[in-house]
T-cell receptor, first 112, second 117 residues
């Protein structure tokens, strides 16, 4: 069964600290993996997208990694800011936009 | 920056009533989607729409649901007779036509929170 599992479920960090969010997936076939940021009451906003051949991709203070062999991805946030407080969702595309498999998300809270 | 807009932001309706959720996709986009997210659960695919017809739908999208693009700009989701379990956040998304269709980005609206009482 196609699944995307994320950990931790929630995380609290202090402003300025780094953190890493994890995503494990069992999805086949695999097209790409995306990380989205979802603010409370808002729609998901894309941070990164990686295909099978890409190991890492950065978007400002966000760096995503992908290990297609172990089917794991991580999202590293550097020098966190209060505005980083949101849910971060790992999404695997299994062959089309109707085949997006969403993780449950990690809820990140950045405290001053 | 162009964005997908959804109205209303929050809709409260009585069980059994019909609701219409509205979306204005980004103007040059041709693929449209509806997703929903029940509180505390994962985002789920409902339906995709292209060239004025449904291209794919999930098991959730039963006869109570319908979509249409009535005027070339709006994209609507209608729930004919709402049930308590339809309470969720409904997201519209759109994307443009590209040759690399699997890796083009879809843009999500801010969502409509539907509460069925």
């Amino acid at each position: 069964k196609n699944q995307v599992e994320q950990s931790p479920q929630s995380l609290i960090i202090l402003e300025g600290k780094n953190c890493t969010l994890q995503c494990n997936y069992t999805v086949s076939p695999f097209s790409n993996l995306r990380w989205y940021k979802q603010d409370t009451g808002r729609g998901p906003v894309s941070l990164t997208i990686m295909t099978f051949s890409e190991n890492t991709k950065s978007n400002g203070r966000y760096t995503a990694t992908l290990d297609a062999d172990t089917k794991q991805s991580s999202l590293h946030i550097t020098a966190s800011q209060l505005s980083d407080s949101a849910s971060y969702i790992c999404v695997v595309n299994s062959g089309g936009y109707n085949k997006l498999i969403f993780g449950a998300g990690t809820r990140l809270a950045v405290h001053p | 920056e162009p964005e997908v807009t959804q109205t209303p932001s929050h809709q409260v309706t009585q069980m059994g009533q019909e609701v219409i959720l509205r979306c204005v996709p980004i103007s040059n986009h041709l693929y449209f989607y509806w997703y929903r997210q029940i509180l505390g659960q994962k985002v789920e695919f409902l339906v995709s729409f292209y060239n004025n017809e449904i291209s794919e739908k999930s098991e959730i999208f039963d006869d109570q649901f319908s979509v249409e693009r009535p005027d070339g700009s709006n994209f609507t989701l209608k729930i004919r007779s709402t049930k308590l379990e339809d309470s969720a956040m409904y997201f519209c998304a759109s994307r443009s036509v590209q040759t690399d269709t699997l890796n083009t980005e879809a843009f999500f609206g801010q969502g409509t929170r539907l509460t069925v009482v």
